[in-house]
């Protein structure tokens, strides 16, 4: 008698690392994770999930589709999704996002920007200024 086994291989998740006692100053681009538990300046965009773990340390612009961050941030953050500030996270900058969770340790001072508001301010439409054609409608009225 044969036994089969059927394998199913699941996706591989790669995750982009910048380790401890790393530091890096540039910018990253990937398709994928990010982890930061080192020092990075400069500039990360990610289509996935940025994590800034507790010896973490971001200077700069981070642009992503979810953020969690347990160590430090400090300049400006694009979410498209959830951004996650937890325990004892460090934020300064400005957070640009619609879905913010914040823990109660947590020091930010800053600015947070909700696109969908920005975005229909953006989108009403401004008045035109009235403009009189003729210069006699402009003159104050003699007596």
């Given at each position: 008698?044969?036994i089969?086994?059927?394998?199913?291989?699941?996706?591989?998740?790669?995750v982009?690392?910048?380790?401890?006692?790393?530091?890096?100053?540039?910018?990253?681009?990937?398709?994928?994770?990010?982890?930061?538990?080192?020092?990075?300046e400069?500039?990360?965009?990610?289509?996935g999930?940025?994590v800034?773990g507790e010896?973490?340390?971001?200077v700069g612009?981070?642009?992503c589709?979810?953020?969690?961050?347990?160590g430090s941030?400090?300049g400006?953050?694009?979410?498209?999704?959830?951004?996650?500030?937890?325990?004892k996270?460090i934020f300064?900058?400005?957070?640009?996002?619609?879905q913010?969770?914040?823990?109660?340790?947590?020091?930010?001072?800053g600015?947070?920007?909700?696109?969908?508001?920005s975005?229909?301010k953006?989108?009403?439409?401004?008045?035109a200024?009235v403009?009189?054609e003729?210069?006699?409608?402009?003159?104050?009225?003699?007596?």
């Amino acid at each position: 008698m044969s036994i089969e086994k059927k394998i199913e291989l699941s996706p591989t998740n790669n995750v982009t690392r910048v380790c401890s006692n790393t530091k890096i100053v540039g910018n990253i681009t990937t398709q994928h994770d990010i982890r930061i538990d080192g020092y990075l300046e400069g500039k990360v965009i990610t289509e996935g999930k940025l994590v800034i773990g507790e010896t973490g340390k971001c200077v700069g612009e981070a642009e992503c589709q979810s953020v969690d961050i347990s160590g430090s941030f400090d300049g400006i953050l694009k979410v498209t999704e959830l951004a996650s500030l937890r325990d004892k996270c460090i934020f300064k900058g400005e957070i640009h996002s619609d879905q913010l969770s914040i823990e109660p340790s947590v020091r930010i001072s800053g600015q947070l920007i909700s696109p969908e508001l920005s975005d229909s301010k953006a989108k009403k439409p401004i008045p035109a200024p009235v403009i009189n054609e003729s210069p006699e409608a402009a003159l104050p009225e003699r007596k």
